[in-house]
Nanobody, 126 residues
């Protein structure tokens, strides 16, 4: 599975932005899709994930109440709608896809993801 992330950019604090991740290849095996982020000098953090039909979702603490992850009906694109952005949301955002599990407790585990996109930069100015 190949993943192409887009939608990053610069936005002021309090603003909104939408990231998209288009999957190609054996997308039917990507039962789990998610977003992680990595700020300079920090470890990669879990942001949000969804299962194949978008019914089961999980959010990292920083994303709860502000971000929404969704998956299109063709199941090839996952979108991350980000509202009320904060300076601390500044990071490179990576989309990822996994074929092994959609167990809720494992959706934030990066080792459950087989494919990773190239990352897209989000900068939030304060």
């Amino acid at each position: 599975v190949q993943l192409q992330a887009s939608g990053g950019g610069m936005v002021q604090a309090g603003g909104s932005l939408r990231l998209s991740c288009a999957a190609s290849g054996r997308t039917s095996s990507s039962i789990l899709m998610g977003w992680f982020r990595q700020a300079p000098g920090k470890e990669r953090d879990f942001v949000a994930a969804t299962n194949l039909n978008g019914v089961r979702t999980r959010y990292g603490d920083s994303a709860k109440g502000r971000f929404t992850i969704s998956r299109d009906r063709a199941k090839t694109t996952v979108t991350l709608q980000m509202n009320s952005l904060k300076h601390e949301d500044t990071a490179v955002y990576y989309c990822a896809a996994g074929s092994g599990t959609t167990i809720f407790s494992e959706m934030d585990n990066p080792t459950r993801y087989d494919s990773w996109g190239q990352g897209t930069q989000l900068t939030v100015s304060s």
